[in-house]
């Protein structure tokens, strides 16, 4: 009995020794308590737009996600300092994600909205990737677009996102299908108007159905959670309704929102209970 219990003996003190040595190269190799970091219009193209802050948090890993923030502005207008309000509500709510804040280039007399910026989308998910190490945080992500903002990221989410790096899409008042009578029959409305504007005089169905996400969707689509207004003057309520019946018949995760009483965007008790959604939504599909 005493050679078994002497080798138990000398067995557990080589254990307890390998494991205080491992212990202490983890510390002082392998792990890096990070500190928060926050870099400010790194630019990712040559033009002065093409800017983006990006917020990385204390504690990040390689398992820390990313929400990217698309503003609006009907595709000519808006900048990233639109979307700081939810830069502080994820520092505040969601601390363990990373955060990138975009601009792209906005279009004007010379220079249409697409595919200029899904282009410019695509080129900061590129340098994204191409940084990843650098900012020691997962190649995943999720979106948050506003308005026009809504639609480049549902858009982008639907129809570019080869790698399915993005797993999760949000739409507030986002454009969802520019076929929609609601649009094409009404040719006063200002939404109509803007589009001609934005992609030209000759606006073909074709056209028109390539640059919406309604009929750019499919099964393999991340999961969306949609946000509308009932009084909306610029986006009617069948944008975020016939999306959502897609959605549905496609099998993609989703939820949807109508706020019967409001316009292109809210605030107070309807305010608090988008975030409290889309916050849930955020925890279940990216952290």
Same mark, same amino acid.
């Given at each position: 009995?005493?050679?078994?219990?002497?080798?138990?003996?000398?067995? #557990?003190?080589?254990?307890?020794?390998?494991?205080?040595?491992?212990?202490?190269?983890?510390?002082?190799?392998?792990?890096?308590?990070?500190? *928060?970091?926050?870099? %400010?219009?790194?630019? !990712?193209? &040559?033009?002065?737009?093409?800017? !983006?802050?990006?917020?990385?948090?204390?504690?990040?890993?390689?398992?820390?996600?990313? #929400?990217?923030?698309?503003?609006?502005?009907?595709? %000519?207008?808006?900048?990233?300092?639109?979307? +700081?309000?939810?830069?502080? /509500?994820?520092?505040?709510?969601?601390?363990?994600?990373?955060?990138?804040?975009? +601009?792209?280039?906005? *279009?004007? @007399? =010379?220079?249409?909205?697409?595919?200029?910026?899904?282009?410019?989308? %695509?080129?900061?998910? +590129?340098?994204?990737? *191409?940084?990843?190490?650098?900012?020691?945080?997962?190649? @995943?992500?999720?979106?948050?677009?506003?308005? *026009?903002?809504?639609? /480049?990221?549902?858009?982008?989410?639907?129809?570019?996102?080869?790698?399915?790096?993005?797993?999760?899409?949000?739409?507030?008042?986002?454009?969802?299908?520019?076929?929609?009578?609601?649009? /094409?029959?009404?040719?006063?409305?200002?939404?109509?108007?803007?589009? =001609?504007?934005?992609?030209?005089?000759?606006?073909?169905?074709?056209?028109?159905?390539? $640059?919406?996400?309604?009929?750019?969707?499919?099964? &393999?689509?991340?999961?969306?959670?949609?946000?509308?207004?009932?009084?909306? @003057?610029?986006?009617? %309520?069948?944008?975020?309704?016939?999306?959502?019946?897609?959605?549905? @018949?496609?099998? $993609?995760?989703?939820?949807?929102?109508? !706020?019967?009483?409001?316009?292109?965007?809210?605030?107070?008790?309807? /305010?608090?209970?988008?975030?409290?959604?889309?916050? =849930?939504?955020?925890?279940?599909?990216?952290?």
């Amino acid at each position: 009995m005493k050679p078994i219990k002497s080798l138990i003996i000398l067995l #557990l003190i080589v254990v307890s020794n390998y494991s205080c040595t491992s212990d202490s190269n983890s510390d002082s190799t392998d792990f890096v308590d990070l500190e *928060a970091k926050v870099e %400010t219009n790194v630019s !990712y193209g &040559d033009h002065e737009s093409q800017t !983006y802050d990006i917020y990385l948090p204390a504690h990040r890993d390689i398992d820390t996600k990313t #929400l990217i923030l698309v503003h609006g502005g009907g595709w %000519t207008s808006g900048d990233k300092a639109d979307m +700081n309000d939810f830069v502080e /509500l994820i520092q505040k709510d969601l601390p363990n994600l990373a955060i990138l804040n975009m +601009n792209y280039r906005l *279009a004007d @007399d =010379t220079s249409e909205a697409y595919p200029m910026q899904i282009n410019d989308i %695509t080129a900061v998910v +590129n340098q994204f990737n *191409a940084n990843i190490n650098d900012y020691q945080i997962s190649s @995943d992500f999720g979106f948050i677009g506003t308005s *026009a903002g809504a639609h /480049l990221a549902m858009l982008w989410s639907y129809a570019f996102n080869e790698n399915q790096q993005a797993k999760m899409v949000c739409s507030i008042v986002g454009p969802t299908n520019f076929t929609d009578p609601e649009y /094409l029959e009404n040719v006063d409305s200002e939404i109509s108007l803007l589009l =001609t504007h934005v992609y030209g005089l000759e606006l073909s169905t074709a056209f028109l159905e390539k $640059v919406s996400p309604y009929h750019q969707v499919t099964e &393999d689509a991340p999961p969306t959670i949609l946000f509308y207004g009932g009084k909306d @003057d610029l986006v009617p %309520t069948s944008q975020g309704a016939m999306l959502q019946s897609k959605l549905q @018949d496609l099998g $993609v995760m989703h939820e949807y929102t109508l !706020y019967p009483e409001e316009g292109h965007g809210w605030t107070g008790i309807e /305010l608090l209970d988008t975030w409290s959604k889309l916050k =849930t939504f955020i925890g279940a599909h990216l952290e």
